[in-house]
């Protein structure tokens, strides 16, 4: 069974940085790709970044600049650095692992950002 974990969020003041962390495990098929979503309150989940094995990345426009997707050698650990927080960068962050045909979220963390 699949197991995608998420961490680092948390409350910071606007101009701060955040590192989240995401793990991926027990899966026998290939993970071709993570990447970060996010949901902010009363909004659609919508796309903050992406990476594949390959380590192709690709932001949504906003996030250009202040944000930084990577992994980890063996690609079944992501990381979001994200600087220059602004409060409309609060919203629940969740991540995702694609597998074969597959998507598996995380539960999502919370990231507050204080005016």
């Known amino acids: 069974q699949v197991h995608v974990v998420e961490s680092g969020g948390g409350l910071v003041q606007a101009g701060g940085s955040l590192r989240l962390s995401c793990a991926a495990s027990g899966t026998d098929g290939s993970i071709n790709g993570m990447g970060w979503f996010r949901q902010p309150p009363g909004k659609q989940r919508e796309l903050v970044a992406t990476?594949?094995?390959?380590?192709?990345?690709h932001y949504a426009g906003s996030m250009w600049g202040r944000f930084t997707i990577s992994t980890d050698d063996a690609k079944n650990t992501v990381y979001l650095q994200m600087n220059s927080l602004k409060p409309e960068d609060t919203a629940v962050y969740y991540c995702?692992?694609?597998?074969?045909?597959?998507?598996?979220w995380g539960q999502g963390t919370q990231v507050t950002v204080s005016s």
């Open positions: 995702a692992a694609f597998i074969t045909t597959m998507t598996y």
């Open positions: 990476i594949t094995s390959s380590g192709s990345t």
